[in-house]
């Protein structure tokens, strides 16, 4: 890793604690007790084949490519920086971008899930975003669901002939919004009352949209400056991976 990529990433990590860490912990992604227990226990097992799968994703592209490491570090702080800019959206969650939007059209959504559980573990310990019973079910919503819908668009409009900076806008904007869809879903499930599954997933969806429909959308946009600046400064460790091949 060179000098310059240290000081990008120590300043993400800055910029991530100057805005994380506030006073008001009651925003979070899903927070402890907000679950019962069997459904985090299920959670956390619904996730165990995708953490493996994202583990040997990782060790393989690694063993072929090791100057992608700096950029998986990267889009690893990303996630963590851009996911702790939270704003409260209902009792026990919050609206906020994910991130891993970024990591999946570059390395695909399996390797996302490992860096999406290592963010969200720390931010649980450190920042009390989202809790440890909690911790599989955040990482189904943000780090698994979120990130395949990512990288299935951006394969979908590339394939289509679909303008590059347009498929990143689009892959990131709808891995987001159904990262938060996901999350009404298991809001719902677990709190559903007399009324049934549809009407409290509706009541979810309302009370998410009007923040995160925004956020979604300049999450796009962000991604679309990371990456046009990563072909710009970053072009060996793009080429090593694969990305400025196929994006060309």
Request: one cysteine or more; glycine letters at 10%.
């Amino acid at each position: 890793m060179t000098k310059k990529q240290k000081q990008i990433i120590t300043l993400l990590s800055a910029f991530a604690l100057m805005f994380g860490i506030v006073p008001n912990v009651s925003a979070m992604h899903i927070m402890e007790g907000y679950l019962p227990g069997t459904y985090c226990i299920v959670w956390g097992i619904v996730c165990v084949p995708f953490l493996a799968a994202g583990f040997f994703s990782i060790k393989k592209r690694l063993a072929k490519a090791p100057k992608a490491l700096p950029l998986i570090a990267m889009a690893g702080a990303f996630v963590f920086v851009i996911s702790s800019l939270k704003i409260p959206s209902v009792t026990g969650s919050c609206s906020h971008m994910t991130g891993t939007g970024l990591g999946a059209i570059l390395f695909g959504p399996s390797a996302v899930s490992i860096l999406g559980i290592i963010v969200l573990l720390f931010q649980a310990i450190l920042l009390a975003h989202g809790g440890l019973t909690t911790l599989g079910a955040n990482t189904f919503s943000m780090a698994i669901a979120g990130p395949f819908v990512s990288y299935g668009i951006y394969v979908l409009c590339k394939k289509s002939k679909v303008n590059q900076k347009v498929g990143i806008f689009l892959a990131a904007t709808l891995g987001d919004l159904f990262t938060y869809c996901v999350t009404a879903a298991q809001m719902a499930i677990a709190h559903n009352s007399s009324a049934g599954f549809g009407a409290a997933l509706g009541k979810f969806l309302a009370v998410f949209a009007p923040t995160q429909i925004p956020l979604a959308i300049i999450e796009g946009l962000i991604t679309v400056l990371i990456v046009t600046a990563l072909e710009t400064y970053a072009k060996p460790e793009l080429r090593s991976i694969g990305f400025l091949k196929e994006a060309k």
